[in-house]
C-alpha cells in the first residue's frame, strides 16, 4: 500500500506484544479501582491470566526471545524494563492496598509483586520449555492461590 512503511517481522511482534501488555495493564487498572478486598482482586488478575493463556499462548515463546535479545540489546531490554515496571508498580499498589487495610500481612509490595512476577513468566518459560509436563493455568491458578494465601494474615 502506497505510504505505508513496511514492518520487520520483529516489529509486527512486539507491537502485538505491546498491546497484549496494555490490555494486560488495562485490566489490572480497573482491578486496582475495584474496592473490593484486595485478595479476591489478585484471584481476579489470576482468573484473568487464565482464562487468556489460550488465545495468548503462541506469543510465549516470543516473549522468551525478547527476555534473550534484552541480555544484549538495549532497545528491547528497554521495552521489558518498561513494561514490567509498569506491571510491577501496578500490582505493589494492590498488594500495598491489602496491606494498609490490614488484610494482608506487612510485606515490601515491590517484592511481593516481583514474586508474583516470577511465578507468571517462570510459569511461561516452563510452560514453553515442557508443554507436556507443565500445564500452565492450572499451576499459575495455584501459585496465585498460594501467594495470596501467605499474604493474608492468619
Not at 484473568?48 to 489460550?54: C, K, Q
Not at 488484610?103 to 509490595?109: D, H, N, S
Request: zero cysteines; charged letters at 25%.
Amino acid at each position: 500500500m502506497p505510504g505505508r512503511p513496511e514492518l520487520e517481522p520483529g516489529q509486527v511482534v512486539a507491537g502485538i506484544l505491546a498491546q497484549l501488555f496494555e490490555a494486560d495493564l488495562d485490566a489490572l487498572a480497573i482491578l486496582l479501582a475495584e474496592e473490593r478486598p484486595a485478595a479476591e482482586r489478585l484471584l481476579a488478575f489470576a482468573n484473568h491470566s487464565v482464562a487468556t493463556f489460550d488465545e495468548h499462548r503462541w506469543l510465549i515463546p516470543v516473549g522468551i526471545d525478547l527476555y534473550g535479545t534484552a541480555t544484549h540489546d538495549e532497545q528491547a531490554r528497554g521495552f521489558i524494563q518498561r513494561y514490567l515496571g509498569r506491571y510491577r508498580e501496578a500490582l505493589a499498589a494492590l498488594i500495598a492496598q491489602g496491606v494498609a487495610r490490614g488484610e494482608f500481612r506487612p510485606v515490601e509490595p515491590h517484592d511481593a509483586a516481583n514474586a508474583l512476577l516470577a511465578l507468571e513468566e517462570g510459569l511461561s518459560l516452563l510452560w514453553a520449555s515442557d508443554p507436556d509436563n507443565v500445564r500452565y493455568r492450572e499451576g499459575f491458578a495455584v501459585g496465585v492461590q498460594l501467594f495470596v494465601n501467605g499474604l493474608r494474615r492468619s
